[in-house]
T-cell receptor
Framework: GESVGLHLPTLSVQEGDNSIINCAYS??????FIWYKQESGKGPQFIID?????DKRQGQRVTVLLNKTVKHLSLQIAATQPGDSAVYFCAENSGGSNYKLTFGKGTLLTVNP | NAGVTQTPKFQVLKTGQSMTLQCAQD?????MYWYRQDPGMGLRLIYY???????DKGEVPNGYNVSRLNKREFSLRLESAAPSQTSVYFC????????????FGDGTRLSIL
């Protein structure tokens, strides 16, 4: 079946560096993608989203890039801070008339001071 | 705004017991969802309610029932709990029956002995 996956399960960076978290998706019909951040003991928190008619979208310190040719999604975090340490999930609209998300398993980002 | 509120936060049950997990949102969202999160499995959809008065099965509905009590509240019931239902349960909601981010509660941590 269709699934969303991640290239790296863990990522460790130094404070102040930029972080890049990657995600591969396999459903070519997906037209909407979301990145979530999940801190320990908390629910997933919405970070940024992008629709398939866009290649790039920027927020505060975060940028999402979408490459539909290779079905790849990435989240870039600028000047990573210790508070960015969390698990990051990508999710895609699995298509059809019902709005349902398919989630990746997550990447654990650790920021070292 | 509280967003999505889930109760209880923690619960321990014995095999065969029943319980209902409560979820309420104050964002005037139309659609609501129940997920379970297990290590290494990502978030899996149990049931969802696209709008008040409707409910549909998700990926893993067996052993669960739901009730969309009104626009604000969506409950998940375990009629006869089994150890395989030990998990963290998340409720989510979204504004429209279309491409909008889902907003999550902080989860109910359920252990079945």
């Amino acid at each position: 079946g269709e699934s969303v996956g991640l290239h790296l399960p863990t990522l460790s960076v130094q404070e102040g560096d930029n972080s890049i978290i990657n995600c591969a998706y396999s459903n070519s019909a997906s037209d909407y993608f979301i990145w979530y951040k999940q801190e320990s003991g908390k629910g997933p928190q919405f970070i940024i989203d992008i629709r398939s008619n866009m290649d790039k979208r920027q927020g505060q310190r975060v940028t999402v890039l979408l490459n539909k040719t290779v079905k790849h999604l990435s989240l870039q975090i600028a000047a990573t801070q210790p508070g960015d340490s969390a698990v990051y999930f990508c999710a895609e609209n699995s298509g059809g008339s019902n709005y349902k998300l398919t989630f990746g398993k997550g990447t654990l980002l650790t920021v070292n001071p | 705004n509280a967003g999505v509120t889930q109760t209880p936060k923690f619960q321990v049950l014995k095999t065969g017991q029943s319980m209902t997990l409560q979820c309420a949102q104050d964002m005037n969202h139309n659609s609501m969802y129940w997920y379970r999160q297990d290590p290494g499995m990502g978030l899996r959809l149990i049931y969802y309610s696209a709008s008040e008065g409707t409910t549909d099965k998700g990926e893993v509905p067996n052993g669960y029932n739901v009730s969309r009590l009104n626009k604000r509240e969506f409950s998940l019931r375990l009629e006869s709990a089994a150890p395989s239902q030990t998990s963290v349960y998340f409720c989510a909601s979204t504004r429209l029956y279309s491409n909008q981010p889902q907003h999550f509660g902080d989860g109910t941590r359920l252990s079945i002995l």
